[in-house]
């Protein structure tokens, strides 16, 4: 199992697992399509592989192809969400012994979305732990997990991927590479955003492509103080999911313009144009377009007219 632009936690955790210092309970923390779930079936290779996650033996590929047996996957075994009774009734299984060696590990997806119930299950059997169990949790945002929780838990940060790395992993998977550096490009090295798109595509929803593309014509414009170019590619996308699609690309760039005059980072995609916007637009600016595109798409306007909703949108934010 390859982990692009991860060597640096890799290295981490694989020394730490190495001095026996790896914690009964990890969280990988990091944005979406960082690739957390990816490092929890390593973290989960480092603890159940005698090799040190050598990704050869039977044991790594089982757990690369989420086929081990002591490995589970706890968000898919309640049915795709933290519901307490399922949640409870896999808590229960916790005590039967591994199958194949000294450890069952417990995979967490997005423990901050998590309600109370479940995180007050979790704490008691993460609190005094059998010896056989160990714990990985994958998170977005640290603050909606409770102190009780951190507080048992080793955290490790899961760095951004570089749009090199990103282009390097869609070549390796097949996709052509003009075609990859653009993708590389447009979601700023975001894998899991790359993917995604990519299985969208794979569909034969071809539309998303064309309003992708749009989109990032359309925050460029905007960057520009183009009203004029922006408006008349507002007007030309007449379907109700183009809007949907680029009114959450906007969004998104907008957001990103306030992190980057507040100093903090991007972290979504078309950094390029988000940095532009930051640059040519006050705060009280920013906070409109992102407040216009968000009435727009809350209320659907964009059902109305394509003109209209393109002279509509542009006046609100030009």
Known sequence: MRLYGKDKIC????????????????????????????????????????????????????????????????????????????????????????????????????????????????LKIIEEPAEHLRFVFTCTNTALVPETIMSRVTVYEVADTTVEDCERYLIDSGVEEQKAKELSAVFSGNIGECVNFLNYLSGNEKNKKTAVETARKIASAIASRDAYSASALISTSAEKSDFYIILDYLTNVFRDAIAIKHGQTAEYYDKESAQKIAGNFTDKEITRMTDTAFEISSNEIYNINPALTASYFISGIL
Do not use: W
């Not at 490092?39 to 033996?57: F, P, T």
């Not at 790594?60 to 989420?66: A, L, P, R, Y």
């Not at 086929?67 to 706890?74: G, S």
């Open 11 to 122: 290295g981490i955790l694989s020394k730490t697992a190495r001095q026996n210092r790896l914690s009964h309970a990890v969280l990988l923390t990091g944005k979406s399509g960082v690739g957390k779930k990816y490092l929890a079936r390593y973290v989960a290779q480092l603890i159940l592989c005698k090799h040190n996650a050598c990704g050869e033996c039977a044991c790594c590929k089982n757990i690369e192809n989420d086929t081990h047996p002591d490995v589970v996957f706890a968000r898919k075994k309640c049915g795709g969400k933290y519901s307490a009774e399922p949640f409870r009734e896999l808590m229960k299984d916790a005590v039967i012994l591994p199958n194949n060696g000294k450890f069952k590990v417990y995979i967490f997806e997005e423990c901050d979305t998590m309600t109370p119930v479940i995180y007050n299950a979790l």
